[in-house]
Structures are given as C-alpha cells and as structure tokens.
C-alpha cells in the first residue's frame, strides 16, 4: 500500500530545481523549455506514482485545422486543468495528416500547462525569460532567480554549487558560483551563451546594468559565506 501523500511536501519536490543542462532551447526560435518527460518524471518521483491526468476534452476541428484538448492533473485532493491546442497539418487534397501526431502535441500541451500551475521548472526557466515583456523580468517573480523556496535546506545547499560556466575574461576561466550564474541572467540583453563572467570579472558598465534587488541579495549572501 503507498504511504499517504504528503502534498506539501510533493509540491516542494514538483518546484524544486532540475540538474544543470535540464533546460534546452528551440532550434526555431531559441525560446527555453524543459522536455514533457521530464515534467512526468519529476511529478512520478515526487508523488511516488499517486497521481493522474485524465483528458476531459479533445477537439478534432478538421476545417479550421487544429486540435483542442482540456486535461486535468491531480495530485492527492488537488485538481490543475490544462489547454493544449496544436495545429492539423493538410495534405494537397484538404484532408489532415498525421492526426494522431496533432492530438499527441495538444494533450503533452494540456498536461504541461496543467503542471505549470504548481510552478514546476519555473525556477530554471526565469533567467531565460528576462527580457522587458518576459514573464522571469516581473519583480515580484525576481525571488526565482536567486532563491531556493523557503524551508527547503537541500535547495538552498544546491544554490551555492557551482555550475558547468566558465569565465571568459583573460586568465581567469574560474567556474561560476549557481548564484554568479543566476545574477547573470538577471542583466537585461545579456546573452549568457557568451558573455559569461565570474561576479569580480563583470564589466563595469554590464555589471551598471543589474537590477538593484538581484544584486543586494547576492552580495548579502556572499558576504554571509
């Protein structure tokens, strides 16, 4: 018999940081996301498989070419609904193709948007969503950037390894700190892929650029180490 769930515990887990590398990018556009497996792993280790997603809705809407689909995650007494929508590819005679394909992107669709509303992956994605009309650059999202959620020791130990980067300026090529990482991702149009610095070696007119708030709460933690 599974042990009773602990849901704020679960939740905990489903928020937590994924391992370095988790978040990829599209080759089309560039924008940041974490694979749908990884999203059904991380919430099948967490409730240790006492969950359920059930697919309230598919919409097949051939003429207007697209697939609708309502799912609905729970995870113990707590419901999430999530709408997925994906596009019917039309063959030279009108008629779809690949169907099922079309149905299977709009209920991965469904199911992520569900999850998203525990805010899972939220804390890798942030610091690639900092742009001014980004959701990662609200201020009150800020605390994602550079804090692990409140009470969770293990996070706030993960918070100070150090990450797969490497500085670029001359001679150094130290590893970043995960909080030097992060205080990066904080620079308006600032492209991490390149410009990589350890906190001593950014630029000073880069380093002008950072928001006040990330910046006072890195220098309160180094100073506190």
Request: neutral net charge; aromatic residues 8%.
């Amino acid at each position: 018999m599974n042990e009773e769930l602990n849901y704020q515990d679960v939740i905990a887990k489903i928020k937590a940081r994924f391992p370095d590398g988790t978040v990829r990018q599209r080759g089309d556009n560039g924008r940041a996301y974490i694979p749908n497996q990884v999203y059904n792993d991380r919430v099948e280790q967490a409730t240790q498989s006492q969950w359920n997603q059930e697919f309230r809705d598919v919409e097949i809407n051939v003429p207007h070419r697209y697939v609708k689909v309502v799912a609905r995650v729970t995870i113990g007494a707590h419901s999430r609904d999530g709408i997925g929508f994906s596009e019917i590819l039309i063959d030279g005679s009108g008629n779809a193709k690949q169907l099922s394909t079309a149905v299977d992107q709009a209920k991965a669709e469904a199911v992520r948007e569900a999850l998203d509303t525990w805010e899972i992956g939220w804390q890798d994605l942030a610091p690639y969503y900092q742009h001014e009309k980004d959701w990662g650059s609200n201020p009150a999202l800020k605390h994602l950037l550079l804090f692990a959620p409140p009470g969770n020791a293990e996070l706030n130990l993960q918070m100070q390894e150090i990450v797969d980067r490497h500085c670029i300026f001359t001679n150094c090529g130290a590893k970043l700190t995960r909080d030097e990482w992060e205080l990066l991702g904080t620079i308006p149009n600032l492209d991490r892929s390149r410009m990589i610095y350890c906190f001593e070696h950014i630029p000073p007119h880069i380093k002008k650029k950072v928001p006040t708030d990330p910046l006072e709460a890195f220098l309160k933690k180094k100073a506190a180490r």
